[in-house]
C-alpha cells in the first residue's frame, strides 16, 4: 500500500461525506453484477477447527443494560482468572454474531455495517482461556467456531511490543484484533467505503464493551498499534486485509 499524503484539509475532508457525491454508483462491482467477496474469510483446509458453544449452553448471567451502559469504562488491569469458553462465546456472538443469513450478501450480526457488508475478521490472542493453548485463532463467525490460526513464542511480549508498549496488551487474557477486508465494504460503495468501515468499527468495539460488563470482565479500545508487527503477527499481507482494532479482555476485580 503506497503512503498517500495526508494533510488536516484531507483528513476532515474524510470525515465529511462529500465523497458520495463524487463515486459513480453504477460501476461499483455490485452494480455491475460482480458477486460479493465471502463474508467469511476461506480457511486452510487442514485447520483445526473449535466449535464454539451454543447460546442455549452459555450459563452467562442476565446483565442489566442501563447497568452495563453505566460502569463500561475502559480497564488497563486484568486480574490472573482465565476466561471459561462459553464467555469467549459470548463476547465473540456479542460482537460479531451472526443472527441470520439472508442471501450471500445480506449476512445480518449482533452490530450495523453500513449496508451489510461487515468488512471484520476477528483473530483472537488467547492467552488465558479455560481449555486453550495460547496461540492466535480466528472468528468464524459463518460456523459459529474458532480456528487455530499459528503458535506464537512469548505472545506477551509480541502484544506488548505491537501496541507500541502497551503492557496491559501483554497481560491480558485474550486480546481481540480486528482485521478490516476492504473489498467486502468496496464491492457496494467503491472509494466511500473508508469512512463508513472506520464507522462500523466502533459498533464492534462498544458491544465487547457492554458484553465484558456481563461477565466480570473489562476492555480498553486500542487505536494505537504498529502496524506491521500486528499484520505479521496476525499473518495478515497489510493491503488486502490489516488490523484496524484492537481490545485486550481479562477479568476485573469490580464484578457485576
Ligand atoms: C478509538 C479509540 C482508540 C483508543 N486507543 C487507546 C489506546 O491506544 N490506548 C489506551 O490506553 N486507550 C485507548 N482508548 C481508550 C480511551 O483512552 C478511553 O476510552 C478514554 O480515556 C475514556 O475513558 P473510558 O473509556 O473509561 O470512558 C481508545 C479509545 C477509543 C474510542
Given at each position: 500500500m503506497n503512503k498517500p499524503t495526508i494533510t488536516t484539509e484531507s483528513g476532515r475532508y474524510f470525515l465529511t461525506d462529500r465523497i458520495r457525491e463524487e463515486v459513480d454508483f453504477r460501476?461499483?462491482?455490485?452494480s455491475r453484477g460482480v458477486r460479493p467477496p465471502p463474508i467469511q474469510k476461506p480457511v486452510p483446509?487442514?485447520?483445526?477447527i473449535i466449535e464454539l458453544p451454543g447460546q442455549e449452553s452459555w450459563g452467562i448471567p442476565p446483565c442489566d443494560l442501563h447497568t452495563a451502559i453505566a460502569n463500561r469504562e475502559s480497564h488497563r488491569q486484568f486480574t490472573p482468572e482465565p476466561l471459561s469458553l462459553e464467555e469467549?462465546?459470548?463476547l465473540l456472538w456479542a460482537t460479531q454474531g451472526v443472527r441470520e443469513e439472508i442471501h450471500e450478501a445480506a449476512v445480518l450480526r449482533t452490530v450495523p455495517s453500513a449496508g451489510c457488508r461487515h468488512p471484520f475478521e476477528t483473530?483472537?490472542?488467547?492467552?488465558r482461556v479455560q481449555n486453550f493453548v495460547p496461540g492466535i485463532y480466528?472468528?468464524?463467525p459463518l460456523d459459529n467456531a474458532i480456528v487455530f490460526v499459528r503458535d506464537v513464542e512469548n505472545?506477551?511480549?509480541?502484544?506488548?511490543?505491537?501496541t507500541h508498549g502497551q503492557r496491559f496488551t501483554g497481560q491480558a487474557a485474550v486480546t481481540f484484533l480486528w482485521t478490516a477486508i476492504?473489498?467486502?465494504t468496496e464491492w457496494r460503495y467503491a472509494e466511500a467505503s473508508y469512512k463508513v468501515i472506520a464507522l462500523d468499527a466502533g459498533h464492534v468495539c462498544q458491544n465487547l464493551y457492554l458484553a465484558c460488563e456481563a461477565i466480570g470482565a473489562g476492555t480498553c479500545a486500542i487505536a494505537a498499534y504498529n502496524q506491521t508487527?500486528?499484520?505479521?503477527l496476525l499473518g495478515v499481507d497489510g493491503d488486502e486485509e490489516f488490523c484496524v482494532y484492537i481490545a485486550p479482555v481479562g477479568k476485573v476485580s469490580r464484578h457485576p
Amino acid at each position: 500500500m503506497n503512503k498517500p499524503t495526508i494533510t488536516t484539509e484531507s483528513g476532515r475532508y474524510f470525515l465529511t461525506d462529500r465523497i458520495r457525491e463524487e463515486v459513480d454508483f453504477r460501476t461499483t462491482p455490485q452494480s455491475r453484477g460482480v458477486r460479493p467477496p465471502p463474508i467469511q474469510k476461506p480457511v486452510p483446509p487442514d485447520s483445526v477447527i473449535i466449535e464454539l458453544p451454543g447460546q442455549e449452553s452459555w450459563g452467562i448471567p442476565p446483565c442489566d443494560l442501563h447497568t452495563a451502559i453505566a460502569n463500561r469504562e475502559s480497564h488497563r488491569q486484568f486480574t490472573p482468572e482465565p476466561l471459561s469458553l462459553e464467555e469467549l462465546a459470548f463476547l465473540l456472538w456479542a460482537t460479531q454474531g451472526v443472527r441470520e443469513e439472508i442471501h450471500e450478501a445480506a449476512v445480518l450480526r449482533t452490530v450495523p455495517s453500513a449496508g451489510c457488508r461487515h468488512p471484520f475478521e476477528t483473530y483472537l490472542a488467547v492467552q488465558r482461556v479455560q481449555n486453550f493453548v495460547p496461540g492466535i485463532y480466528q472468528y468464524l463467525p459463518l460456523d459459529n467456531a474458532i480456528v487455530f490460526v499459528r503458535d506464537v513464542e512469548n505472545l506477551p511480549a509480541h502484544l506488548t511490543a505491537a501496541t507500541h508498549g502497551q503492557r496491559f496488551t501483554g497481560q491480558a487474557a485474550v486480546t481481540f484484533l480486528w482485521t478490516a477486508i476492504p473489498e467486502r465494504t468496496e464491492w457496494r460503495y467503491a472509494e466511500a467505503s473508508y469512512k463508513v468501515i472506520a464507522l462500523d468499527a466502533g459498533h464492534v468495539c462498544q458491544n465487547l464493551y457492554l458484553a465484558c460488563e456481563a461477565i466480570g470482565a473489562g476492555t480498553c479500545a486500542i487505536a494505537a498499534y504498529n502496524q506491521t508487527l500486528v499484520d505479521s503477527l496476525l499473518g495478515v499481507d497489510g493491503d488486502e486485509e490489516f488490523c484496524v482494532y484492537i481490545a485486550p479482555v481479562g477479568k476485573v476485580s469490580r464484578h457485576p
